[in-house]
T-cell receptor, first 111, second 113 residues
Framework: QKEVEQDPGPLSVPEGAIVSLNCTYS??????FMWYRQYSRKGPELLMY????GNKEDGRFTAQVDKSSKYISLFIRDSQPSDSATYLC???????????FGKGITLSVRP | NAGVTQTPKFRILKIGQSMTLQCTQD?????MYWYRQDPGMGLKLIYY???????DKGEVPNGYNVSRSTTEDFPLRLELAAPSQTSVYFC????????????FGEGSRLTVL
């Protein structure tokens, strides 16, 4: 089993839809969880950061962590075409205290 | 603010050639990283550094070398380029590890023919 698995996508939704992006993981030592957003031909940027279990909300974005199920989610409400990007989950500390990234999912929001 | 700056943005190499990808950050971060990103494969850590003069291997170090002579600069050297090194390379820095936010450059797109 891979340490971090992310839904492969791609995902296409109409503008205004609620989007759910998910990752599962196998390492119970992971304590902090991040979502990075990467626009085409750009570097990733941190979108959400959560420590341990629970929810965190920032505007239209909600990050959810369920450590008992080893499952994290990113919800996007009222999705906009500007949300079209690749979303990568990341978590740690892993081996050598480094972050482990999911493979990323490409989201397209249709006007 | 410049943040993390990578050069070149694009490069085509012939098999067996060597080159250096440059990375500079102006945030006085101690921690710096090199990742490669292949389509559908996420980010793989090549090398990292916890401060000037200290470097260590990541998941996929073969075929690469790094040095860290200053806090600001973290160049990645490709020796004897191979088609398997065709990828997009990202440099990143962080003020805190392992919990800190990573700040990424815009990437260097390398093709080896």
């Amino acid at each position: 089993q891979k340490e971090v698995e992310q839904d492969p996508g791609p995902l296409s939704v109409p503008e205004g839809a609620i989007v759910s992006l998910n990752c599962t993981y196998s390492n119970s030592a992971f304590q902090y969880f991040m979502w990075y957003r990467q626009y085409s031909r750009k570097g990733p940027e941190l979108l959400m950061y959560t420590y341990s279990s629970g929810n965190k909300e920032d505007g239209r974005f909600t990050a959810q962590v369920d450590k008992s199920s080893k499952y994290i989610s990113l919800f996007i409400r009222d999705s906009q075409p500007s949300d079209s990007a690749t979303y990568l989950c990341a978590m740690g500390p892993g081996a050598n205290s480094k972050l482990t990234f999911g493979k990323g999912i490409t989201l397209s929001v249709r006007p | 603010n410049a943040g993390v700056t990578q050069t070149p943005k694009f490069r085509i190499l012939k098999i067996g050639q060597s080159m250096t990808l440059q990375c500079t950050q102006d945030m006085n971060h101690n921690y710096m990283y090199w990742y490669r990103q292949d389509p559908g494969m996420g980010l793989k850590l090549i090398y990292y550094s916890v401060g000037a003069g200290i470097t260590d291997k990541g998941e996929v170090p073969n075929g690469y070398n790094v040095s860290r002579s200053t806090t600001e600069d973290f160049p990645l050297r490709l020796e004897l380029a191979a088609p398997s090194q065709t990828s997009v390379y990202f440099c990143a820095s962080s003020s805190i590890a392992p919990t800190g936010e990573l700040f990424f450059g815009e990437g260097s797109r390398l093709t080896v023919l």
